[in-house]
C-alpha cells in the first residue's frame, strides 16, 4: 500500500483506489485507518501537489467512496469522481451501490 504524508493536514493517506466494485458496506477498512469524509478528502483534494500524486498513481481516474455528513449518513453515501480536468461530488448514493470502477482510498493522523 503506497502511502503519502500531508503535513499540511495532519495525515497520511493512501494513494492508490482499491476495493474497487465492493458496495460501500463490503468495504475493509485496514486497522488503523478511516475512510475520508467529505471535508477532509476535500481540504486534501485542494492541494494541488496531493491531488496530482493521487490521479498520476490512479492513471488521471479516480471514483470514490468518502463518508457522508452526519446527517445523510445511515441513508447515503458520497462519492467523488475525478480525471485530470474535472471533478464530482455527489452524497445521494446508497450504500447497496457498487460499480466496477467505483473503490476507496484511506488515511489517517500523523503520529
Do not use: H
Not at 10 to 17: A, K, R, V
Not at 64 to 88: P, T
Amino acid at each position: 500500500m503506497e502511502t503519502m504524508k500531508c503535513s499540511e493536514l495532519g495525515i497520511e493517506f493512501t494513494l492508490e483506489q482499491e476495493q474497487n466494485g465492493k458496495k460501500f458496506l463490503e468495504i475493509k477498512i485496514p486497522e488503523g485507518w478511516k475512510i475520508f469524509d467529505i471535508p477532509l478528502f476535500t481540504a486534501l483534494w485542494s492541494i494541488k501537489k496531493y491531488r496530482n500524486a493521487i490521479l498520476k498513481v490512479n492513471k488521471n481516474k479516480l471514483w470514490i467512496f468518502l463518508e457522508n455528513f452526519d446527517y445523510l449518513k445511515d441513508k447515503y453515501v458520497a462519492r467523488f469522481q475525478a480525471d485530470s480536468k474535472w471533478a464530482d461530488l455527489g452524497w445521494g448514493g446508497i450504500p447497496q451501490d457498487s460499480f466496477a470502477s467505483l473503490g476507496v482510498i484511506f488515511w489517517r493522523k500523523l503520529k
